[in-house]
Every structure is written in C-alpha cells, then in structure tokens.
T-cell receptor, first 114, second 112 residues
Framework: NAGVMQNPRHLVRRRGQEARLRCSPM?????VYWYRQLPEEGLKFMVY????????ESGMPKERFSAEFPKEGPSILRIQQVVRGDSAAYFC????????????FGPGTRLTVL | GESVGLHLPTLSVQEGDNSIINCAYS??????FIWYKQESGKGPQFIID?????DKRQGQRVTVLLNKTVKHLSLQIAATQPGDSAVYFC???????????FGSGTKLNVKP
C-alpha cells in the first residue's frame, strides 16, 4: 500500500513565478491536509480539503495561495507570484475519513525561491 | 535525560539510556494528541497517539503520558538507539477540528 506521495520533491522558482505542488493521498483516503514548515520550526496548518471541496482554509494566506482536490487526480497547492518568504517545506497529509484521527504525511516538497 | 520541551530544543542521550521528551500544549479543548518523528529531509512519521480520556499509552519502546491538569504531554523512549535520532513533534487536535497544531519540536541526539 503506497503512502502519501508528493512531487516534485524539490522545486526552485524565481521571484514572480508560479509554484505547483502535487499530493496523491494514500489509497482509500479522501481527506487531504497541507502544512508548511519553515526551517527549525513545527508544521503550520494551511488547508483541509475533501474531494472537490475546501473544508477549512483558515491557515492559508488570502492572496497568491490556492488549493484544490479534484474528483480525479492529485491535490494541488498553487502559489502564484512567489516571493522569497514562500521558501519552505510543504507537507501533505491524508486520512481516510473526517473522523479518522491519524494523518499520514508525505515526504514533502522543498520550495526554494531565488 | 529529560527535555523541557519548547525551552530546551535539543536533547542528547547516550545509546541505551531512556529518553524523555516533553511538550506543553495550549488548548484545554484538545482531545487527541500524536507524537511524530521527523528525520532530516523527510516527512513526519507517526509514532504513538493518545486520546484525552487516557493518561498513558504504551507502544514498542515508547510510552506517551498525558497530564490534562497541567496540559502536559511526554514521550518516553526506552533503550534509545542511534536510529532514534530525529526531531520529535507533539501535535494536538481540538475536538471538532480537523487540523493539528504542532509544537516547535525537540531534537534528539543519540550518542553511540
């Protein structure tokens, strides 16, 4: 049973470009969560999605950031017009149901903005 | 050795010793807690969890203790091994919320 997959593992962008991060949840999981981690810090919640729905985006910046989880395909975290402060590791987690407690994490995408 | 959680971010122990990593959580409404282990360049890995109706839970070589009175969580690792070297995070979830709040982590160094 494959775990949570994320790609790319490393992404380099110049200021002003767009970054697209992908997350494929574990098989059978329909709930996806995105977190951001700055160096030497804990993970910060960004957004929680179910298939085709955003349930909670309280941790996501209001501008430039968006997320989706379409009926088919992976969840996408999109950052437009990236700035240096967006450089971080972005982790995706999944769980099978809303009330399933444990979230299983992917290996992360490390975004570097030059 | 013992860590005071957020105020002592690095804990060094000798191989074979027991380790205790502490975490203070902030929300008295939190009903579920997880300890994650994160190795360099990897995602968080589930270690053990505990619900708020429990005080203690044991796994293989690990024990989690929960003191709701003082909002304190600890992770005990028995017979610490070099492979245990990593950053350990506690995560709390408030009832009826789906997101976890993570502490800033404690780095565990195991000396051979």
């Amino acid at each position: 049973n494959a775990g949570v997959m994320q790609n790319p593992r490393h992404l380099v962008r110049r200021r002003g470009q767009e970054a697209r991060l992908r997350c494929s949840p574990m098989k059978g999981h329909s709930h996806v969560y995105w977190y951001r981690q700055l160096p030497e810090e804990g993970l910060k919640f960004m957004v929680y999605l179910q298939k085709e729905n955003i349930i909670d985006e309280s941790g996501m910046p209001k501008e430039r950031f968006s997320a989706e989880f379409p009926k088919e395909g992976p969840s996408i975290l999109r950052i437009q017009q990236v700035v240096r402060g967006d450089s971080a590791a972005y982790f995706c987690a999944s769980s099978p149901t809303q009330r399933e407690d444990t979230q299983y994490f992917g290996p992360g995408t490390r975004l570097t903005v030059l | 050795g013992e860590s005071v959680g957020l105020h002592l971010p690095t804990l060094s122990v000798q191989e074979g010793d027991n380790s205790i990593i502490n975490c203070a959580y902030s929300n008295s409404a939190s009903d579920y807690f997880i300890w994650y282990k994160q190795e360099s360049g990897k995602g968080p890995q589930f270690i053990i969890d505990i619900r708020s109706n429990m005080d203690k839970r044991q796994g293989q070589r690990v024990t989690v203790l929960l003191n709701k009175t003082v909002k304190h969580l600890s992770l005990q690792i028995a017979a610490t091994q070099p492979g245990d070297s990593a950053v350990y995070f506690c995560a709390e979830r408030a009832y009826n919320f789906n997101k976890f709040y993570f502490g800033s982590g404690t780095k565990l160094n195991v000396k051979p």
